[in-house]
């Protein structure tokens, strides 16, 4: 089994850039023109690919999870003020396993892969596309979490960002100091955005909330109550012990909510269920 690893490995990497051409021409014309407009398009790509090919070839989980990690956040820091970006980069990474696949079909290396062999690289190709995912959203967090700190909480205009993982999963990292009426202004945003989305689950991450107080709770609560009517799935995050105290004075029943300590935790949970 090592040895036909090590083939599929090198064969990935070999081909990474035609499997990248690939994916960016399987876009339609205009996600494409501005993918290809972006700092990190073939990089964040090429990237990937190859960190797969490497993880496969030598074997090596622990260089290619922290150099993965590294491409993630670097793919996040680009997309903080670009959310059309930022959606884009998730729907092409979304392109990556199925067109490495392809590529394996059509090779030599085909005839040489046991059901074992098979299902190994599969495993190997999520669990690093995952790893990118996590480093991606985590960059984008804290970048997003600096850049809301160094504006005034009160007049600041960003608005609440959904990171979309895929066609069911968002992330909207909750962040700062909010006011009872920025409160009730972002949660209608969010609200709005993942109804549109239509995602089935969204990750609301609270890490980054300074204060909560019982009516800022309730914006958010009422939010979640009015998603979950609509068949959105919430999964909180980062829950602080004011908001968990908030919930009980609300008589918001918290417990029934599943909930992590991060959002790597969440996204792993989804993906394992999703399987």
């Known amino acids: 089994m ?5 083939i599929v490995g090198k064969t990935i990497t070999k ?20 993918f290809y407009e972006a700092s990190n398009d073939r990089s964040l790509m090429e990237g990937l690919i190859h960190t797969i090919g490497g ?4 074997g090596d989980r622990y260089y290619s999870f922290s150099r993965i990690q590294d491409i993630g956040r670097e793919a996040g820091s680009e997309s903080l003020h670009n959310e059309e970006m930022l959606h884009l980069t998730f729907t092409i990474i979304t392109y990556v396993s199925e067109h490495i696949w392809n590529m394996l079909e059509t090779s030599e290396v085909k005839e040489l892969l046991t059901k074992e062999d098979i299902m190994y690289v599969h495993k190997e190709i999520e669990t690093t596309i ?14 997003y979490k600096k850049a809301s700190e160094e504006a005034d909480n009160e007049v600041n205009e960003l608005s609440v960002p ?14 700062g100091k909010l006011s009872s009426n920025r409160a009730a202004v972002l949660m209608d945003q969010t609200l709005r955005k993942a109804a549109i989305e239509e995602y089935e689950y969204l990750i609301l991450d609270l890490s980054g909330l300074v204060v909560v107080d019982n009516l800022v709770a309730k914006y958010l609560f009422d939010t979640v109550y009015s998603m979950e009517l609509i068949g959105i799935k ?6 602080r012990a004011q908001l968990a ?14 909930t992590y300590s991060n959002v790597k935790q969440a996204l792993k949970s989804l993906n394992t269920t999703q399987k």
């Open 2 to 6: 090592k040895i036909n690893l090590t």
């Open 130 to 143: 995952l790893q990118l995912m996590i480093g991606y959203v985590n960059s984008f967090i804290k970048l």
């Open 162 to 175: 959904i990171i979309k993982i895929d066609d069911h999963i968002g992330v909207c990292p909750v962040i």
């Open 15 to 34: 081909n990474r850039s035609s499997i990248t051409d690939k994916i960016l021409y399987s876009l339609d014309s205009q996600p494409k023109k501005l």
């Open 245 to 258: 105290m908030a919930s009980v004075n609300l008589e918001f029943d918290l417990a029934k909510q599943k």
């Open 234 to 239: 919430v999964i909180f995050t980062g829950v």
């Open 55 to 58: 993880r496969l070839e030598y």
